[in-house]
Nanobody, 124 residues
């Protein structure tokens, strides 16, 4: 069992930055790939970025490439999502999730453990 807790969301103006954190406890976190997803009201939950258990492989959705960076600190059992140059369309609830299927897995159905989500709101 892995427990995930997100933090770092909030309200920010267009062009601003936020850093989300996903702290894990429970089973060995380093054996899981971790993804960040987001879901706006009435929309599907989409992957934003993912990172392998070692941190050596990452994935970013086209919509956030060059603006968001995912990183991992296995010593702290924490995954980060640095979000820069935020846009109003980035407004969503952001979730972190863990999977044993690898960093190339973008389907939410393949992720076994989920956090409770953190709201990110970007004002225009």
């Amino acid at each position: 069992q892995v427990q995930l807790v997100e933090s770092g969301g909030g309200l920010v103006q267009t062009g601003g930055s936020l850093r989300l954190s996903c702290a894990a406890s429970g089973r060995t976190f380093s054996s899981y790939a971790v993804g960040w997803f987001r879901q706006a009201p009435g929309k599907e939950r989409d992957i934003v970025a993912a990172i392998s258990w070692s941190g050596g492989t990452t994935y970013s959705a086209n919509s956030v490439k060059g603006r968001f960076t995912i990183s991992k600190d296995n010593a702290k059992n924490t995954v980060y999502l640095q979000m820069n140059s935020l846009k109003p369309e980035d407004t969503s609830v952001y979730y972190c999730a863990a999977t044993q299927w690898g960093v190339g897995t973008s389907s939410p159905d393949k992720y076994d453990y989920w956090g409770q989500g953190t709201q990110v709101t970007v004002s225009s």
